[in-house]
C-alpha cells in the first residue's frame, strides 16, 4: 500500500513514522525547501512524552512547574504534578522528520500540493516541483493531508475551511521578577476573550503573547503589552490556528475513505489554549490505527473529538466571561479543585471536567450566570 502525505510537519510526519514502521511505502512532501518553517516556542503537557515514550532531554528547553494565574484583582499559583515542557517547532519538526525517514519514509521538499482526483481506487495527487516549476502527477492509494491551518488537500475536497484565531508572541529577555519554572497567565476581557501569557524559555529568555480575532489585532495588543510591561521583543511570532468545531475533527474528506486529513488541517485543537501539538499527535496515531488495520478513522479519532468538543464547551463559556467572573474563578482555587487542576492536564479534560464540577458545585453556577447574561 503506498500512502502520500502532503506536510512534513509534527502531524504528517508522526504519521509517516507509525505507518513506515509497519512496512507501508510511504512518501512526505512539503513546499517547503527544507526542514527551517517559522520558529516558534511552544508550550505542551507531559502527555507528548507518554505518546513519544519520552520526549528526548535535549529537545526540552525547559520544564515549568508552576501556573501563576492573574486575573483583575485576584491570583493564583498551582503547582502542576506534571511539569509542561518548553520545546521549539522547528527542533521538534527536525526530530520527527530523523524518526520518519528512519522507519524508512521518503522525505520530497520543494513541492506544492495542487490537487487530486479518485480513480475507483487510486488517488492521482497533482503537485509542483518548485524548483523546475514542473507538474507531476504521482498514483497513490491513500492521501494524507498534513497541510496545516489553509490546508490544499482539504479545500481540493471542496471543504469549507475552519475557523480561525490568530496567535502573536514575542521572546523577550526574561524579567527580574520572573521564575524560570513558573509561566504566568493574565485575564483581561477588555484585551483578549482569551489571555496574555510569559514563558520562560530559560533563566534569560521567554515567550510572551496573546490570542486575538486576527493577526493584525493579536500584534496591536500584544505591542501594547510589551510597551505597558517594558519588555523589548528579541523576535516575533506569530500566525493563525484552526479552531475546532462541533463536526470538525472528523478527518476523513472522502465518501471512498482514501483521502484524510490531519492535526491542523483538521482542526484538531483545543481552543481552551489554542494548542494543537498533542491533538495533532494524537490524530496522527488515530490515522495510522485506521490505515493499518483497515478502521474507521472517524471512530478511531473518537477519544480526541471528545476531549476536543469538552474544550470547546469551556471555550463557549469562557468567552463569555468578563473580569470579574475571572476574579470569582480565580477565588475558587483551592482545595479540592486547585489539587485537580494540578493533578490533571489540559490534554485530560475529560477525566478532570466532571471532577472539578463535583468539587466545586459554584462553577455550574458561574457558568450558567456568565450564559444566562450574555442572552440578554
Ligand atoms: C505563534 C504560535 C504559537 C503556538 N503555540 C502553541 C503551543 O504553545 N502549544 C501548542 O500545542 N500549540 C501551539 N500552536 C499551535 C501549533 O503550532 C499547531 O497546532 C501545530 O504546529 C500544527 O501542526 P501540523 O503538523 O498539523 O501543521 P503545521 O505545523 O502547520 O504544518 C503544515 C505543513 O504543511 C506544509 N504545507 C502547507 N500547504 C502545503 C501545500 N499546498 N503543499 C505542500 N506542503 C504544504 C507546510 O509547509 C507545513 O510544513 C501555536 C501556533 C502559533 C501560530
Known sequence: MKVIIIGASISGLHTATLL???GIDVEVYDRMNALDGPSRT??????????LDPLPEEMVLNQVKYLELFSR????RLELSYPDLVVERRQLVEMFARMAKEAGARMILGHRFEGFSQFGRKVV???????????????????VGADGVQSAVSTAASRNGHPVTALAQARVALPESGERDAYRVWFDTNQTKYFYWLIPE?????????????VPQAQARLAEFLRERHFEAIEFQSAVVPMHQFGSAEGTVDPGRHVFVVGDAAAQVKVT???GVVPGIYGAKALARAILDGRNYRKELGGLKMELHLHLLVRHV????RDHDYDELIGMLDGELKEILQEWTRDELTQSLLRM?????RLITLGAKVFLRSLF
Open 73 to 76: 484583582s485576584r491570583s493564583a
Open 125 to 143: 495527487v497533482t503537485l509542483r516541483d518548485l524548483q523546475t516549476n514542473e507538474a507531476k502527477q504521482i498514483s497513490t492509494d491513500i492521501l
Open 202 to 214: 530559560s533563566d534569560r529568555v521567554a515567550a510572551v503573547g496573546l490570542i486575538a480575532d486576527d
Open 20 to 22: 513506515a514502521k509497519q
Open 273 to 275: 489554549t489554542v494548542g
Open 42 to 51: 511552544l508550550i505542551v503537557t507531559g502527555k507528548i512524552s507518554e505518546v
Open 357 to 361: 464540577i463535583w468539587a466545586e458545585p
Open 318 to 321: 469562557l468567552n463569555r466571561f
